[in-house]
């Protein structure tokens, strides 16, 4: 063997390929000019004065956290977006047509709400006619609620029927679309917001500004979402990014020439033109004119692809603690640290901030606060130049009518799904070809059903699966429509969308976004083992969202489909890695009643009246789970139990006893595998030894809970539940709502009944381990109705 001397050998260093995405530096855009001109950067100094005292109240009066360094450091970017650029009509906070801020970086919820309270404010004191009724406002009366409770029981709070800003913004506040803040969902959650607004609008559909920092950046799903942003050309999408280095325990989040970054070894323009992305790079993000100009240069762009423009900027600049200090904590309450935040705003209005005196009470807390929040309202109303932006605010609505924003010639149809006899649980289309004695799959059932939805609502359902969408069928409901990945600018009309492969992560976010814009329904799949847990917080968050927008502004749920495909055992041959029963444990009644229904359907037929009643029901998240096997479609009557239509009321008796006879007890199922095994192999057996039991199924939850208690009690009494058997192909809690006693929760047979994960081999192999094959339930069978007999003679 030979002994090679590597050690000439010289590293190089790779450059990027060409790109769609192009690069730009500030310099030489400033070259043709600033669309501001030195009165006008007054003008915006003087207004950002007025924005960096109310971050400083607003912390000060909110002392325990509120994130003021980013709130400030972005703000100056913000302000140029709302009053130079962005189309929309300020009474109309939810109309479709309107350009959107969405505030990815929710942490900068204060900046959010001094930035939305002051343009209210503005337009208040100058153009008051422009506003919409204070429901649809966020007034300085509101900003007493920040980060208060609803039930928050304080005189001001009461008298101004305040409302309750939450931590991380939420569609309870007005021009809020989306629930953001958790761990990077903010930006592909935005994603799907301009995917939904591209699709329906088509080459004019609104701009989605999005607001983050770098270190919101970090997140695994953030550069999914961008891999997806770039493959189906969101050209609607305008990232700004307050790269300010500074996260709750960083000065140095990105590396920085050649300094090691403490997280990541990239910088935000190296990570968005790797991405395709048209990178602006603003090497001084407090100065107005740069800031202007990269954001109308941006605007100028017409190469389709998305942009994001970097500042350089200083986390809580000029507040008086910089940096990581300011991310998530500012000055004491009514420190000098403080008063000296707002001293530049003393000095330019000639106005004295209200010192705090007396004892520090809630209600006295508030009385200051107000206070402080009226001689901000004085400085506004005394300063006639702050007119020039209450006029932008009206020059955003005569630009978005001159857009004259319409829909798309063949737009989506999404609401005729949901009007009277165009589908119902009852009448299974036809083409979905549910014949007694075929076989089929689940999945392709599924499939095939979002696929005829899909075509009466004009292409209303949009599509993605993690690399799975043959295995999990989803290609199916794209059927129809054009082949290939959706592509804004060549592949329009498809319905199967592109998210950076493998990537549950972004996936959820975006359907959830996609779904939030209230044109689409989105749909997500991915092995049940990981999306029930990857897709968990973006579910969540929609669900916050949906719930928090008809709460306080009325409508309905926009429901988003999540499914958990392979799931269960029979998905034995993949090992336990991926035939996971622990998936409905996750989400089954996790949520809120309304927010989350799931789906277990057990064979093909149950599959439509499922899913339809699901949809009727609207709720935020619709989670079908389903099998990767083929499996028969059942003879029900050749069987003697109930029609798969009987599933649409959650939990229904595949069989009741002969009252004529002794019942000898009640057998309670859930989950396809162990359900088939039961009724194709053991229900027969017991048939012929003579056995007389109730059999139930368990279909969904959530949809058997939506029922008025007394139906609940009819359709699974009480006294059965207290006697009954529970098998189950998931875990043993998601049948502690079924079985009530305490020896018939011991005695379930669940998966892990043997204390351990399952190993691998064919789905016979794997039930059989756990103790879920027919002969094994037999015996136990058996043995429970032993016991039963025993104990009612007792």
Aim: aromatic content about 10%; charged content about 25%.
């Amino acid at each position: 063997m030979n002994n090679p001397d590597y050690t000439n050998v010289m590293p190089l260093i790779p450059g990027f390929a060409s790109r769609r995405g192009k690069y730009f530096e500030l310099n030489e855009i400033l070259k043709s000019g600033s669309p501001l001109d030195d009165d006008t950067v007054q003008l915006f100094e003087r207004l950002d004065t007025v924005y960096r005292a109310l971050c400083a109240i607003l912390f000060n009066f909110v002392p325990t956290s509120g994130h003021p360094g980013g709130s400030i450091s972005s703000g100056r970017i913000v302000s140029s977006v709302l009053y130079n650029f962005l189309d929309f009509d300020i009474a109309k906070p939810f109309a479709d047509d309107n350009d959107l801020v969405v505030y990815a970086a929710g942490h900068k919820a204060l900046g959010l709400y001094a930035m939305w309270a002051l343009r209210n404010e503005v337009v208040k004191a100058f153009l008051p006619e422009l506003l919409p009724d204070e429901k649809y406002q966020l007034r300085f009366e509101d900003l007493l609620g920040f980060r208060k409770n609803p039930t928050t029981n304080l005189p001001l709070f009461n008298k101004f029927k305040s409302k309750a800003l939450d931590g991380h913004p939420t569609p309870a506040t007005p021009h809020v679309r989306v629930a953001t803040g958790a761990s990077g969902v903010g930006i592909p959650a935005s994603f799907g917001l301009a995917l939904g607004a591209l699709d329906y609008f088509g080459g004019n559909a609104p701009k989605i500004h999005v607001i983050e920092g770098e270190g919101g950046m970090t997140p695994g799903r953030v550069s999914e979402a961008f891999a997806a942003a770039s493959a189906m050309r969101l050209h609607n999408v305008c990232l700004h990014i307050d790269f300010n280095q500074a996260s709750i325990d960083s000065n140095r989040v990105c590396r920085e020439g050649e300094l090691k970054g403490d997280y990541v070894q990239w910088n935000p323009m190296e990570l968005c033109y790797l991405h395709d992305f048209n990178v602006i790079h603003v090497d001084d993000g407090k100065d107005f004119r740069s800031i202007a100009a990269a954001q109308a240069f941006a605007g100028s762009l017409n190469n389709k692809m998305p942009t994001a423009i970097v500042y350089r900027t200083v986390k809580g600049w000029k507040y008086g603690i910089e940096g990581r200090a300011s991310h998530g904590a500012g000055h004491k309450m009514n420190s000098e640290g403080y008063y000296a935040a707002c001293k530049e705003f003393e000095e330019m209005y000639a106005l004295k901030i209200p010192r705090f005196d007396g004892e520090q009470t809630q209600e006295n807390t508030e009385k200051c606060f107000y206070e402080t929040l009226t001689t901000i309202r004085k400085a506004i109303d005394g300063d006639k130049s702050l007119s020039f932006f209450a006029e932008s605010i009206a020059k955003s609505k005569e630009r978005l009518q001159k857009k004259n924003r319409v829909p798309v010639d063949n737009k989506p149809e999404l609401g005729h799904i949901y009007e009277d006899k165009v589908i119902s649980p009852d009448d299974i289309p036809a083409e979905l070809n549910i014949k007694t004695g075929e076989t089929t799959t689940l999945r392709a059932v599924l499939g095939s059903s979002l696929g005829y939805i899909n075509r009466i609502s004009n292409g209303a359902i949009l599509g993605v699966a993690a690399d799975l969408l043959g295995s999990t069928s989803v290609n199916l409901l794209g059927k129809e429509f054009h082949e290939g990945f959706f592509d804004s600018v060549d592949n329009p009309e498809s319905r199967i969308l592109s998210i950076g492969g493998i990537c549950e992560d972004a996936i959820g976010g975006m359907m959830a976004g996609l779904s939030a814009y209230g044109k689409h329904i989105g749909v997500s799949s991915s092995y049940g083992a990981f999306i029930s847990a990857m897709e968990h917080t973006a579910a969540r968050l929609h669900g916050i969202g949906e719930q928090n927008k008809v709460m306080h502004y009325g409508g309905h749920f926009n429901t988003w489909i999540l499914i958990n495909a392979h799931a269960g055992l029979k998905t034995g041959e993949d090992g336990p890695t991926h035939a996971d029963p622990q998936c409905l444990q996750l989400i089954q009644e996790n949520f809120p009643p309304e927010i989350m229904i799931t789906l277990t359907p057990w064979e093909p037929g149950e599959i439509w009246p499922l899913l339809v009643e699901g949809l009727k029901k609207r709720p935020a998240v619709l989670s079908p789970f389903v099998t990767r096997p083929n499996e028969l479609i059942m003879d029900r009557k050749k069987l003697n139990i109930a029609p798969a239509s009987e599933a649409v009321k959650g939990v229904y008796a595949l069989r009741n006893a002969d009252k004529k006879q002794k019942t000898d007890g009640s057998i309670i199922l859930q989950e396809s595998g162990v359900t088939i095994e039961f009724v194709t192999k053991v229900l027969p057996r017991l048939d012929k030894e003579g056995y007389n039991i109730n059999v139930y199924h368990i279909s969904s939850a959530e949809l058997y809970d939506a029922h008025p208690k007394e139906e609940r009690e009819a359709l699974l009494p009480y006294e059965i539940r207290n006697t009954a058997m529970g098998i189950t192909g998931f875990t043993m809690p998601t049948m502690y709502k079924w079985i009530t006693s305490f020896e018939g929760r011991y005695d379930i047979l669940h998966p892990f009944r043997n204390g351990c994960y399952l190993g691998s081999g064919t789905a016979e192999s794997v039930l059989h381990q756990a103790g879920l094959d027919a002969e094994s339930m037999y015996k136990e069978i058996l043995k429970y109705i032993e016991k039963n007999n025993k104990r009612r003679k007792v």
